[in-house]
């Protein structure tokens, strides 16, 4: 078994999940947590990864907390909307 860290990302809302009330400005950095429809649990966030753009949906993996999944996409998404290895991953697909 590899016990490597893994972070979902996803351009869909995610089903499961319950719309949250907040209204966020499309600026890169702004994010709202994704509650799961049920228990209420954080499961992910909606990230906006650049600004005026559609947000994207992150959630954790393994060995990874909501947080540090969340961050680490902003990291990985300088000028893209999608992060860097997802977006050269497609182009060379």
């Given at each position: 078994s590899l016990n490597h860290p893994t972070i979902g990302v996803a351009k869909l809302w995610p089903p499961g999940c319950r719309d949250t009330p907040a209204t966020l400005l499309k600026k890169r950095g702004n994010k709202t947590a994704l509650l799961h429809e049920t228990s209420g649990d954080k499961v992910g966030y909606q990230v906006y990864t650049q600004d005026n753009m559609s947000p994207i949906y992150v959630s954790p993996g393994n060995?990874?907390?909501v947080e540090e999944a969340a961050?680490?996409?902003l990291r990985c998404t300088p000028n893209y909307l999608f992060p860097e290895p997802i977006?050269?991953?497609t182009e060379l697909a």
């Open positions: 060995c990874v907390s961050n680490l996409v977006r050269i991953a």
